[in-house]
């Protein structure tokens, strides 16, 4: 019995991790906001965000085709020097916790209407920076509000039944594998041994959860379309896992440091000397009775 609870503790607890991040520290629009932050600085991000916001523009400017050659270049070349202000970077945190909301509301609700995000604002700023730097036609730039989408709506009630899956997992398995290895511990014939084999299996359950992020680090990327900028996609995956990687070094580090202790703790523990004689076993009170009578008299003959 206790061996099948630890076994279940330390399988439960990397899943548990997994679906507790999953939902509640994605969940959480103050922490994923935080996540995200610093990608406004990553030039691969930069590079990625300059390309689209670039062609959005271009898309929407009523000029020739000629026309369109010549301006390209200085409207990149403005998308990209502005990633580089203050500005962008108030844009960036705005547009990730406009999205965040807005993808939280729809996992929340009940409505069936695609999840969007209106990037108005940035193209305003972009024209702004174009007009002062005096390129052709920048004046003609509309501004619309474009809704965006970000989540089709038939793909909504699928992603709310697994959404509601992970808030129950993700409350309930981390306390179900805390109760096993507690469990499992009470109930060991060799209770030392038990926190031993149960600090190892956390640790091992650190590791796989490390290697589960690695390889779905490669799939992600590896089913990315072509036209997506894979170092931009690596570096918004490495934040949002990062608190995951965490975990998951902190479930190795502490499983290992109490095996090492649990078993230092048997290998100090004071032992009998290998040289000191067992005591004499106690000797049968039948030979300690001795013969009242007198040396020599014998018995009576019957």
């Known amino acids: ?13 990397p899943f548990g991790a997994l679906a507790a991040w999953a939902a509640y520290g994605l969940a959480d629009t103050g922490q994923y ?3 995200m932050a610093p990608l406004a600085d990553d030039p691969d991000v930069r590079d990625a965000v300059a390309k689209t916001v670039g062609e959005g ?9 000629p026309m369109q050659a010549t301006v390209a270049p200085f409207v990149r070349e403005a998308v990209r020097s502005f990633t580089q202000t203050r500005a962008f970077r108030l844009a ?10 807005a993808i939280l509301r729809a996992l929340q609700d009940e409505r069936e209407e695609a999840v969007t995000v209106d990037l108005a604002p940035v193209t305003a700023q972009v024209k702004d920076q174009l007009t002062q730097d005096h390129v052709p036609l920048a004046a003609r730039i509309p501004v619309q509000h474009t ?25 309930w398995l981390p306390v179900a594998a805390v109760a096993f290895a507690f469990g499992g511990i009470a109930v060991a014939v060799h209770r030392r041994r038990a926190v031993m084999a149960t600090a190892l299996g956390t640790a091992l359950g650190g590791g796989l959860l490390g290697l589960a992020l690695t390889v779905g680090r490669r799939l992600t990327l590896a089913g990315l379309p072509p036209d ?19 975990v998951s070094w902190l479930l190795l580090g502490v499983g ?31 030979s300690l009775r001795t013969d009242s009578r007198p040396a020599g008299e014998n018995m009576p003959i019957m």
């Open 256 to 286: 290992l440091a109490v095996a090492a202790l649990a078993w230092l703790t048997g290998r100090l523990r004071p032992r009998p000397d290998a040289g000191q004689e067992p005591p004499a076993a106690p000797a049968d009170p039948a």
């Open 1 to 13: 019995m206790s061996a099948l609870l630890i076994v279940l503790s330390c399988l439960l607890l």
């Open 147 to 171: 809704a965006v989408a970000v989540l089709p709506a038939a793909e909504l009630d699928r992603l709310r039944k697994g959404f509601h899956v992970l808030e129950v997992a993700g409350l």
């Open 228 to 246: 997506v900028s894979h170092p931009a996609a690596a570096a918004v995956y490495d934040a949002l896992t990062s608190t995951l990687r965490t």
């Open 57 to 65: 523009i271009m898309r929407e400017v009523d000029v020739g085709r």
């Open 33 to 35: 906001v935080s996540s």
């Open 92 to 101: 960036w945190d705005a547009g990730n916790r406009a999205t965040h909301d």
